[in-house]
């Protein structure tokens, strides 16, 4: 250990107190763990969900629909009354393999902390204009949908007077209706491909609501404008998502939001030596969310890219639970491990490994559509083996699916491989 | 009204089913929603057709608080038509904090028989 | 009066002046933008040159090989990161291998030291990432990189620190001579100057043109790049160049010294001297190119693109000489490639010419090359860290998660002398936004320390230039919602 830095010691250590960071905590005090700590880099509990002011969250959770303050706050109260330590404003700075974390705040200065076990819950953060590469100038007035949101939300600030916006991420749509509510004109909101990001109800309630044309099979291929944008140049786009050359149309514009999708940041994750997925961009998890290093486990937004809270919440709880067992020495290390695999369709299925012993009731995999399949089915295979079919009406790469197998037919069966494959209905 | 079908999305919750809502002298409520999941989104899709509601969320002034605004909900469902009127006459509202989640803002807003309520609690600076 | 005018706060005007400041003299830094090293020193690829490029008997070839050797002694003094890490001439084809021979000869004609032509293996050995198809390469160990920004707001600092009066937001309109000087006419207020010297950069030939007859053109030669995540800077331990052949210059290949891969540049006559625009066809072409160099570069961490101009010349020299015409008028013009390289040497130069027109100058008393070097948290060790936020807690809140820079780094170049006032000013001096995120997360932050430290409403802090206002406005105003 350093010399001159205090060291603490908690049997879980949690990074992150948005939605993901507060469940886990919750549950791995609730199962056993004697020592809990949570630390945010911001100023107060809640993450994201402090600026998504609007409804739709905890319908799952709650059977009720919330605010996203709403559904933060019931979590921050049960923290709270639990005895979980909370360190606010603090930053975590490096994770080590053997668990011994660099945190960094006004209040206790630099110091080292030493886990028994990790929680990784940093969520996730935007994709930029860099990431996709949009050419021309660097004027001011381009933002993210989040950043805006942010500034709108909170800080009660207006970003601009006459929007386009690229992308069409829930967090975009729902910027889209806001700004309007807020007196801002939104011209037009493009998707590169031929459906939205987000999903259908947002759609729906954000955009057709007020008007706001969605334009499908666009994109931007220029920024226009020195210091302030002035404009942008938007062309249509091909089956391959590409600009078809000659179709650029000028629009003028005070302010470019982009909801281009959103990445989750594994930098520390990446430090400590987590194995990390290329297809989520998230960590590799096993059935009780834990990663490729013993006793990180990771939960949420920073695993893969959720649509729903309700999920996200859910996937902590199993990730704060399993941590607390961890700690006890509860998790059956051996055993039965099966490996999952994405087949035709499927872009990724969340966890990766599953060590049959830790199941009880179900098995739940959870994974994204490559493209739109209207009326398919979703096919389960044990090795070789079909073990489950479920019929879907409606996937898209937009919405998170999901499918419960009984872990009884896995303890049957002993397959190596377990993959899901999606199956239109007419092939 | 016409007797057109129209189509709908419904944002009940986040299927967000296409739906086929049509006026329908034979069925008993007197339409006939298709496509649709479960019961809520029928309930939902023959709302659209006859009195289109929303629920309003946005925010409004607040001081001294950790953040200049502070976000408020309607608790209830408002005509989609009254969304506007009901801004004009959030916008003009300030509150102090500290204030407490669920804390009425505004009673009976527009006569829609609905509140506007704080969404979070916050403390003062 | 001021005894001295330089127009620009590049990196030539930063160097020129900073020289200058170790005279007695009343010397004014005029600059048209927002901020210093706001033209091309912020976007070129920030290496200091060994030296065997130039055609010997040239100025370039002159000032870049006096220019080197003064940077150990100059980043030293001014606390600005420099590594000197030596670049490679790659041969491709072995064909190249005699380009490699007349780049070494001409080397050695302009005196550079230390020079080697490398066969396969030895390059291999220094590079295993380069592709396969390397026959050879000239080694040139001097050469090395630097972040050309930071080192000319470490230069304007170190001026102001010793008295030069920096004056941004001062776009020079006209010049007129006057029996004992000149009158600027700016943008903003005017300013008499015995002596001028022009820096302007991509500008220099229109400013010269307002004082003395036009005989020189400057013309934009834009060059584009991209910037990979930090880290990624390691895939090559020396700047790559190709060796220039029929497939034109070629691109380099190079880690930035804080650790990011920079590709680039190509090269693309321009008659606007504004349009730093990225355009996607050109980025394609570097893409391609540096595929001759490295196959394995993780394009996929792209941290973004940008574009900068080069000042180049119509004598294809640059051009450092008092006008003819209009005495007690200096032109520094046409500074190009390895124009940064030179540019300690150039601002020596300077001080030659005017001496030579004005006569002996007298040395300031108070002169201090020193430089209070910006802490940078992530860099100290653990006892120092602890030591520092116990001794200032402002730095133990982290304010930019992707470069881990605190709070008081960017309180600390606020309040320095030719300080940031910009969120991109802060971007260029300690690196909040420089990563991943793009300033996505730390933007709002850094506009709320900038509002407070400045003493400015938030909506009053721009991006970059005046204009450049990031917020319009706060909500729950008076919207009309017309038409809803």
Redesign the interface.
């Known amino acids: 250990m350093k010399e001159n830095s205090i060291v603490n010691r908690y049997d879980v250590v949690v990074i992150g107190g948005g939605p993901a960071g507060l469940a886990a905590a919750i549950e791995a005090k609730k199962h056993g763990a004697k020592s809990v700590c949570v630390i945010e880099r911001d ?2 509990l809640g993450g994201i969900l ?1 600026q998504c ?4 969250f905890g ?1 799952h959770i709650f059977k009720e ?1 919330l ?4 559904y ?2 019931r979590f921050i109260i049960e923290l709270m009354e639990s005895g979980i330590t909370c360190k606010l404003d603090t930053m975590v700075l490096d994770i080590s393999e053997d668990l011994d974390l660099q945190i960094l705040n006004t209040y206790d200065g630099f110091m080292h902390i030493k886990a028994e076990a990790i929680v990784l819950a940093m969520g996730c953060r935007e994709r930029t204009r860099e990431a996709v590469n949009i050419p021309g100038t660097r004027p001011a007035g381009v933002f993210t949908a989040g950043t805006a949101q942010r500034f709108l ?4 600030y207006l970003v601009g007077k006459k929007i386009m916006m690229l992308g069409t991420g829930d967090i975009g749509l729902i910027m889209a209706r ?1 700004l309007t ?2 007196g801002a004109e939104v011209r037009a909101v493009l998707a590169r491909r031929g459906y939205p990001g987000g ?3 947002n ?3 954000c955009l ?2 007020y008007d706001i044309p969605l334009m499908l099979r666009h994109t931007i291929v220029k920024i226009i404008g020195k210091e302030r944008i002035e404009g942008v140049l938007v062309a249509r786009t091909d089956e391959e998502r590409k600009p078809i050359p000659g179709s650029e149309e000028l629009y003028e514009c005070d302010t470019l939001l982009l909801s281009l999708g959103l990445i989750p940041e594994n930098e520390l994750s990446k430090g400590a030596g987590v194995k990390l997925d290329p297809a989520t961009g998230g960590p590799v998890v096993n059935e009780s969310m834990e990663t490729s290093v013993k006793g990180i486990f990771a939960c949420g937004n920073v695993v893969h890219v959720h ?2 809270v309700d999920y996200v919440t859910d996937e902590s709880r199993r990730a704060g639970k399993s941590a607390a067992y961890f700690v006890r020495k509860k998790l059956k290390e051996n055993g039965l491990l099966i490996k999952t695999e994405p087949g035709k369709g499927i872009k990724y299925i969340v966890p990766h490994l599953i060590r049959v012993d830790n199941l009880n009731k179900s098995l739940q995999l959870f994974m994204r559509v490559r493209e739109v399949y209207p009326n398919s089915r979703l096919i389960v295979k044990a090795d070789n083996e079909v073990i489950k079919k479920s019929r879907k ?2 996937m898209t790469p937009g ?1 998170m699916d999901n499918i419960r197998i009984d872990p009884k037919i896995l303890q049957q069966r002993k397959p190596a491989i377990l993959s899901v494959q999606v199956k239109r209905e007419e092939e | 009204m016409s007797s057109e079908a129209k189509e ?7 299927v ?1 089913c ?1 739906m086929t809502a049509v006026r329908d002298k034979n069925s008993p409520s007197g339409f006939l929603v298709s496509e649709n ?1 479960c019961k809520k989104g029928e309930a939902y899709g023959i709302e659209e057709l006859t009195n289109p509601t ?2 309003l ?5 607040i001081n001294p608080g ?4 502070l ?1 408020v ?1 309607i608790n209830g469902s408002i005509p ?1 038509n009254k ?2 009127p009901c ?2 006459v959030i ?2 509202v300030e509150v102090k904090a500290p204030i407490k ?1 669920g804390s009425v803002i505004i009673e009976n807003i527009l006569n829609t028989g609905c509140d506007l309520i704080a ?3 916050m403390k003062a600076s | 009066m001021y005894d001295i005018a330089v127009i620009g706060a590049g990196i030539i005007g930063t160097s020129v002046a900073r020289e200058l400041s170790r005279y007695s003299l009343r010397i004014a830094l005029i600059e048209k933008d927002n901020d210093v090293a706001n033209g091309t020193t912020k976007a070129n690829s920030g290496i200091i040159h060994a030296g065997y490029d130039a055609k010997p008997g040239s100025n370039k070839a002159k000032y870049n090989a006096l220019g080197n050797p003064m940077f150990d002694e100059l980043c030293e003094e001014l606390a600005v990161p420099f590594k000197r890490i030596g670049s490679l001439v790659i041969a491709l084809e072995s064909y190249d291998m005699e380009k490699v021979e007349e780049l070494y000869n001409r080397g050695l004609a302009n005196g550079i030291p230390e020079m080697r032509i490398l066969g396969r293996s030895e390059v291999r050995k220094m590079e295993p990432n380069l592709n396969d198809e390397v026959v050879g390469a000239l080694h040139a160990p001097t050469a090395g990189i630097i972040d050309p920004w930071e080192l000319a707001i470490a230069l304007a600092e170190n001026a102001t620190e010793n008295g030069v009066e920096l004056l941004l937001n001062h776009r020079v309109t006209a010049i007129e001579k006057l029996t004992d000087g000149f009158d600027i006419r700016t943008s903003a207020s005017g300013i008499e100057a015995r002596y001028v010297i022009n820096c302007a950069g991509v500008y220099a030939d229109e400013i010269n043109n307002m004082a003395a007859a036009p005989y020189f053109q400057i013309t934009p030669r834009r060059g584009q790049y991209f910037v990979l995540d930090k880290n990624t800077g390691s895939l090559v331990n020396s700047v790559v160049f190709q060796c220039p052949g029929k497939m034109g210059k070629g691109v380099l290949l190079t880690s930035s010294v804080h650790g990011n891969l920079l590709i680039g540049p190509d090269s693309e006559v321009l008659d606007d001297k504004d349009n730093v625009e990225t355009a996607a066809h050109r980025l394609l072409l570097i893409k391609e190119a540096a595929a001759r160099t490295a196959t394995g570069i993780p394009f996929n961490t792209m941290i973004k693109t940008f574009a900068g101009l080069r000042a180049s010349p119509s004598t294809r020299d640059f051009i450092i000489e008092e006008s003819k015409e209009t005495a007690g008028f200096i032109n520094v013009a046409g500074i190009e490639s390895p124009g940064l390289t030179a540019a300690p040497a150039i601002a020596e130069e300077v001080v030659r010419l005017l001496k030579a027109t004005a006569g002996k100058l007298k040395k300031s008393d108070d002169f201090n090359p020193l430089r209070r070097k910006v802490i940078r948290f992530m860099e100290l060790k653990d006892h120092e860290r602890v030591e520092l936020v116990r001794k200032n807690p402002v730095y133990g809140r982290v304010i930019c998660r992707c470069e881990n820079v605190t709070e008081g780094e960017i309180v600390d170049v606020i309040n320095r002398k030719a300080g940031a006032t910009t969120v991109n000013g802060i971007k260029r001096r300690v690196r909040p936004g420089m990563g991943r995120c793009q300033g996505g997360f730390c933007a709002p932050k850094v506009m709320e320390i900038l509002a407070r430290e400045l003493g400015r409403d938030m909506q009053e802090i721009v991006n970059e230039g005046k204009e450049s206002y990031i917020l319009s406005g ?4 008076e ?1 009309d ?1 017309e038409g ?1």
Not at chain 1, 153 to 156: A, L, R, S, V
Not at chain 2, 57 to 61: A, I
Request: a positive charge.
């Open positions: 100023k107060e402090q002011i609007h409804n739709g319908l629909d605010t996203g303050p709403e933060a706050e939300n909170m800080e009660g806001r509510l807020e999903l259908m109800r759609v729906a309630q057709h609501d649509d729903l009406m409606h919405e | 709908i999305i419904c944002i009940i919750c986040p967000g296409r999941q929303r629920v969320t946005t925010t409004v002034k950790i953040y200049n605004r976000p909900r989609k969304i506007f801004m004009k916008n003009k989640i969404s979070r609690s | 706060t909500t729950k105003g919207q919602y809803k």
